[in-house]
């Protein structure tokens, strides 16, 4: 099974950072604290903005993130920065260092390995269920998501913004797979899982290594499941995932 190497440095510059947060905080140009009808509350926007930054590795593990900082670049008090960090901490991304601050979480090799291990037998799982109760219109929606990963194989190019492509179809592929089992807690259960397993990919291991192998894999999920062979989807599954386990230093 290969395994993909760790990347010592796949992250933006905290300028880059600042100025995609900034893109995504129109709260930017109101008064601090304010709120139109139907907006999104401030706490929620900073909380999915960062999380997001987090999840497409625009910060090293072990970076501080400053309060007031963030605050400045989403135009916010400092209480919805607060509440965003304390939902993070709980989700695993953020750790807080008593009367020092907050700082993306560092995880040892045995977390990310016995994790890997873990994410593996549920996504495997997942497959192996799919393969028995998809219906028609469920293979349908998994062979259309297929087929518009299989296009990125033809772009000559391994930029940020094609892996981030990648990310999201990828994530629709998964969730699709999800719903096929016709159990919404078993889904409900896995999303956690999967935005982990997206944060150590983008900052331990790295994606374009394996890009269009992941691709090929998971057409072949895909017709396993879609032929009704659940142990096939299984497998192939489990070693999609496994593949995925970045080599770490111990």
Same mark, same amino acid.
């Given at each position: 099974m290969?395994r993909s190497?760790v990347v010592s440095d796949?992250t933006?510059?905290s300028a880059?950072?600042?100025?995609?947060?900034n893109?995504?905080?129109p709260?930017?140009?109101?008064k601090?604290g304010?709120?139109r009808?139907g907006?999104?509350?401030?706490?929620? @926007?900073?909380?999915?903005?960062?999380?997001?930054?987090l999840?497409?590795g625009?910060?090293?593990?072990?970076?501080w993130l400053?309060?007031?900082?963030l605050?400045?670049?989403?135009?916010?008090s400092?209480?919805p920065?607060m509440?965003?960090?304390?939902?993070?901490?709980?989700?695993?991304f953020?750790?807080i260092?008593? @009367?020092?601050?907050?700082?993306?979480r560092?995880y040892?090799?045995?977390?990310?390995?016995?994790?890997?291990?873990?994410?593996a037998?549920?996504?495997?799982?997942?497959a192996?269920t799919a393969a028995? %109760?998809?219906?028609?219109?469920?293979i349908?929606e998994?062979?259309?998501?297929?087929?518009?990963?299989g296009?990125?194989?033809k772009i000559?190019s391994?930029s940020y913004?094609l892996?981030?492509?990648y990310?999201?179809?990828?994530?629709k592929?998964?969730?699709?797979l999800?719903?096929?089992?016709k159990?919404p807690l078993?889904?409900?259960m896995?999303e956690?899982?999967?935005d982990?397993a997206d944060?150590?990919?983008t900052t331990y291991a790295?994606?374009?290594q394996r890009?269009?192998d992941?691709i090929?894999?998971?057409?072949?999920?895909v017709?396993?499941?879609?032929? %009704? @062979?659940p142990d096939?989807?299984?497998?192939i599954?489990l070693a999609?995932v496994?593949?995925?386990?970045?080599?770490i230093p111990?």
């Amino acid at each position: 099974m290969a395994r993909s190497k760790v990347v010592s440095d796949g992250t933006v510059s905290s300028a880059e950072a600042k100025q995609t947060a900034n893109k995504a905080s129109p709260s930017k140009q109101r008064k601090k604290g304010t709120q139109r009808s139907g907006e999104v509350p401030a706490n929620s @926007q900073v909380y999915s903005s960062v999380k997001q930054q987090l999840l497409d590795g625009y910060y090293r593990p072990g970076t501080w993130l400053s309060i007031d900082d963030l605050a400045s670049q989403f135009g916010v008090s400092r209480q919805p920065v607060m509440d965003a960090i304390k939902r993070l901490t709980i989700e695993g991304f953020i750790e807080i260092v008593p @009367q020092v601050g907050s700082r993306v979480r560092q995880y040892s090799a045995n977390d990310i390995t016995n994790f890997f291990d873990l994410f593996a037998l549920t996504e495997s799982h997942i497959a192996r269920t799919a393969a028995l %109760r998809a219906d028609p219109d469920d293979i349908l929606e998994l062979r259309l998501i297929s087929a518009q990963l299989g296009v990125l194989t033809k772009i000559d190019s391994k930029s940020y913004e094609l892996l981030k492509l990648y990310r999201s179809l990828n994530r629709k592929l998964h969730a699709a797979l999800s719903n096929s089992t016709k159990s919404p807690l078993l889904g409900e259960m896995v999303e956690g899982l999967r935005d982990r397993a997206d944060f150590f990919i983008t900052t331990y291991a790295g994606l374009d290594q394996r890009l269009a192998d992941a691709i090929s894999e998971h057409e072949e999920i895909v017709d396993a499941i879609a032929t %009704r @062979q659940p142990d096939k989807a299984g497998e192939i599954m489990l070693a999609h995932v496994l593949a995925f386990k970045p080599e770490i230093p111990e």
